[in-house]
């Protein structure tokens, strides 16, 4: 379930600021769980604030800028090398293991399309 917008989450705290009604009350106005009403009270007066924050992966990526550099050199290189080829490469050159998919991941993110011409 997607998080409520920030607008919305703006609104009920007004509301509640403006002594609009009890929470129960505001939940019902907003159609949202009465829950979600106190854990905005409650983030607004810790935070002073309830817009919701971009949540950042705790976990660093194995495949950083220089590894990006690496896997583009390695396909300018040779255009039809497979993915298990680049993993076993990036393996060599910076001793870090990664799957087939996180070499997919970031070919992708790179705008990198692993399409090879066929010859028919």
């Known amino acids: ?3 409520y917008s920030n607008d919305l989450r703006q609104k009920i705290i ?3 600021l403006d002594n609009e009604g ?4 505001l939940a019902t106005r907003f159609k949202v769980h009465v829950a979600t009403i106190y854990r ?3 983030l607004f007066r810790d935070k002073g604030s309830v817009k919701k924050e971009n949540k950042i ?5 194995k ?3 220089g590894g990006d550099q690496f896997l583009s050199q390695q396909i300018q290189k ?3 090398v497979t993915l298990e080829e680049l993993k076993q490469k990036f393996f ?4 870090i293991s990664v799957t087939l998919k996180t070499i997919s991941r970031h070919l992708k993110e790179m705008n990198i399309t692993r399409k090879k011409n066929s010859i028919c």
């Open 1 to 3: 379930m997607n998080a």
């Open 14 to 16: 007004e509301s509640w």
């Open 22 to 25: 009890k929470p129960a009350e």
């Open 40 to 42: 905005y009270i409650n």
């Open 57 to 61: 992966s705790k976990r660093p990526r």
């Open 63 to 65: 495949i950083d800028g």
């Open 78 to 80: 040779k255009p039809e």
């Open 92 to 95: 060599k050159k910076f001793g």
